[in-house]
């Protein structure tokens, strides 16, 4: 299986999701796709003025945008924040 399922937190709506994400994608190949997907999600009301970040819910880490997800620590039902 090339995907994994991961619950997706957005504070700026206060909204989370459940969402599929591709595990040979670049973390800000990743990012580029979550932003379409909660903006559709949201109904258009997610529009982040920069370019945000994703973050390891239980350690406020940041991920490197230049890594794939396969080499990060992000697996099943990890929690991440887009921030």
Do not use: C, H
Not at 19 to 35: A, H, M
Not at 63 to 76: A, G, W
């Amino acid at each position: 299986m090339n995907k994994i399922l991961v619950k997706l937190y957005v504070p700026m709506i206060e909204e989370q999701y459940d969402v599929w994400i591709p595990l040979n994608k670049r973390i800000y190949n990743v990012i580029n796709l979550l932003i379409k997907a909660v903006y559709e999600f949201s109904s258009g009301y997610y529009q982040p003025q920069k370019m945000p970040n994703l973050y390891d819910k239980l350690t406020a880490n940041p991920f490197d945008p230049n890594l794939t997800v396969k080499e990060t620590s992000i697996r099943n039902g990890s929690e991440i924040i887009l921030l």
